[in-house]
Structure formats: structure tokens, C-alpha cells
């Protein structure tokens, strides 16, 4: 059950806020994001709320802070030997293909993992960005069935060193 938004504390809101820009790359891997003085200016929150926010976000390893520079996105420098797989549902089509890439996967000494986003466009941004965020060597999306929801995602996508691959449903 997902605790209703008007009673999460602000500090969690907001590290909610900044984590979606990041996932959806809004924030890019390198990019700086607001120091201390500028969360308490834009959102009108007090400096211990501020730190908590950085903190928090520092811990879920999505940014890293650099002392007299301040607090940037993290790029995963070291690569998985691993594929991630990212689909909106389960058939023999699939299942076929997954048993096809665990092959090639295990041919190349990788580990192939999927997940399923059930048609959720938002689901399936939040898996891809975490994949490439975690290193993997390569993430294979089959869509959602509406992909104007996530075009402009990949167009805009910063993959790092891992390769993005969409396939066709």
C-alpha cells in the first residue's frame, strides 16, 4: 500500500522529486543538481531539510557529492558483465527471445536479467535508467505498446557505457 503524498515528510518528497528528474534523465549523468542554498531558495524548505534531501539522495547512489564542488549526477563507470532485459508483458514470443539472449548472453560470459513493466511507460523508463545507472553492459527494451510516451526518453537517453538496444514487439 503507497502512503498517500500529503503525508510523506518534505525532505521525502523531495528526494522523490529528484530521484523522477534523474531517472527520466531531466537531470543528466554529470550534470549538477541544486546545492544546499538553491533547494532552500526553490522550494522554500530550511537548510536541515536541504542536507537531508542531498543526503538521501547520496545514499541511494544517484548522486555524488564533491567536497568545494558540489553534488552531481553519478555516471556507473564499471561495467556488469550482465544484459537486462525490460518488457511489457509475458508470451511464447517472449519467452522465446529470452531464451535466446540468455544463450548469447551466457556465450559472452554475461548474466541476462528481465523485468517486466506491464505496458507502464513510466515503469519502463524507471527500469531502463536503473540499469544503465547500475552499469549493465546491456539493456534490451521491447516498448510498450504506446511509444510516443517514451520517444522522447530515448531520444534524449545518456547511456554511458552500456548499450541500449530497442527491439520490435
Given amino acids: 500500500m503507497e502512503e498517500s503524498n500529503d503525508y510523506l515528510p518534505v525532505y521525502k518528497k523531495l528526494t ?11 537531470i543528466r ?17 530550511s537548510r536541515e531539510t536541504a542536507k537531508l534531501v542531498l543526503k538521501k539522495l547520496v545514499e541511494s547512489g544517484l548522486v555524488m557529492s564533491v567536497q ?11 561495467v556488469l558483465k550482465a544484459w537486462g532485459v525490460v518488457i511489457p508483458f509475458f508470451s511464447s514470443n517472449v ?9 548469447l548472453a551466457e556465450a559472452t560470459d554475461c548474466r541476462l536479467d528481465y ?7 513510466e515503469e ?6 536503473n540499469l ?16 510516443s510516451k517514451t520517444s522522447e526518453y530515448y531520444r534524449k537517453l545518456v547511456t554511458g557505457r552500456s548499450r541500449v538496444i530497442l527491439a520490435d514487439n
Wanted: charged share 25%.
Fill in 16 to 26: 522523490g522529486f529528484y530521484s523522477r528528474k534523474i531517472q527520466l534523465q531531466e
Fill in 29 to 45: 549523468p554529470g550534470a549538477r543538481i541544486d546545492s544546499i542554498n538553491k533547494l532552500m531558495d526553490r522550494h522554500g524548505v
Fill in 68 to 78: 568545494g564542488k558540489g553534488t552531481f549526477v553519478n555516471f556507473h563507470r564499471e
Fill in 95 to 103: 519467452e522465446q527471445l529470452i531464451g535466446e539472449l540468455i544463450k
Fill in 115 to 121: 523485468y517486466l513493466h506491464y505496458n507502464n511507460p
Fill in 124 to 129: 519502463e523508463i524507471r527500469i531502463t535508467g
Fill in 132 to 147: 544503465i545507472r547500475s552499469g549493465y553492459e546491456a539493456v534490451i527494451v521491447i516498448p510498450n505498446y504506446d511509444e
